[in-house]
């Protein structure tokens, strides 16, 4: 007798095969990717990358190695990265030390220097923990003293310390121009900060506080605005609010800054900006 199915069978054969194939691949046996190269981090866990290599510079010192294991991610400019997670940890109301460690970090890569130095004994402890033979549980950490100790049947485990950046001092930026910018094209109301080194050339991750005179601040940081200037940064003003703005760590203070009026030719008023510009002093 004639077969009439033809070869129908056999695609319909394949095709069950194929999705019963993705379905085991997907739910059953999935791929896991163990010591992966870290450009394929997702972007939460490019985040804790780019956190761990900061807190491990600022006690290392070692600006090499720090921007060596920022280039395994595979971005083209790390320190834009760094500044733009440290902008994005304090909007979200995260840790300011952590936020700092970042801006430290890209600071130092685009000035090529480090200004740090490492803390007391790291490095030797680091190499003394690494070579210990005794099981974990009962390895001390190399150095720092925790608040408190988190405690798991069998095994007590130390959380590090917390550890807040200490750039090494100079002397701090000072108000070189002061100036209101009247544009009726662009939208008013900002502060805009350019800082830059003895050299003129911008400086990313410099710490900014405005506040004020009833209470409160807050703090942004330079080059968030690559397109614009590493070393440029803003920040939107209220209307009938005056401010107080300080660049660096213990750097000047400027006061009493608020929205100017510009008037355009028809003699109608709008809101304007101010724009100051920063520098280390010779």
Known sequence: ???????????????????LGVALAIFVIPERYINTDPRYLQDADRMLYRSLVAHSYLAEADLGRAQARLNLLGEENPEDQLIAQAQQQLKDGGDEAESRTLALLAADIQQGKSRITPLPGVRQGLLAFATQTVPF???????????????????????????????????????????????????????????????DKPVAGVRIEISIPAGGMEAF????????????????????????????????????????RCETEDGKTYPGSLQLTFKKPE
């Open 137 to 199: 549980a009962q390895k001390p950490l190399p150095t720092g003293s925790a608040t408190n100790e988190i405690s798991i049947p069998g095994v007590t485990v130390t959380p590090r310390p917390t550890i807040t950046p200490q750039p090494t001092q100079g002397s701090p930026f000072v108000l070189v121009e002061q100036k209101e910018i009247c544009d009726p094209t662009k939208s008013g109301g900002l502060i805009e900060v350019y800082v830059f080194n003895r050299t």
């Open 221 to 260: 940081y330079t080059g968030l605005y690559p397109e614009i200037s590493s070393g440029y940064a803003n920040y939107a003003m209220t209307e009938g609010i005056t401010y107080n703005l300080r660049v660096g760590e213990a750097g000047q203070l400027v006061q009493n800054l608020s929205i100017p």
């Open 1 to 19: 007798m004639r077969d009439r199915r033809g070869n129908w069978y056999l695609l319909t054969g394949l095709l069950i095969g194929l999705l």
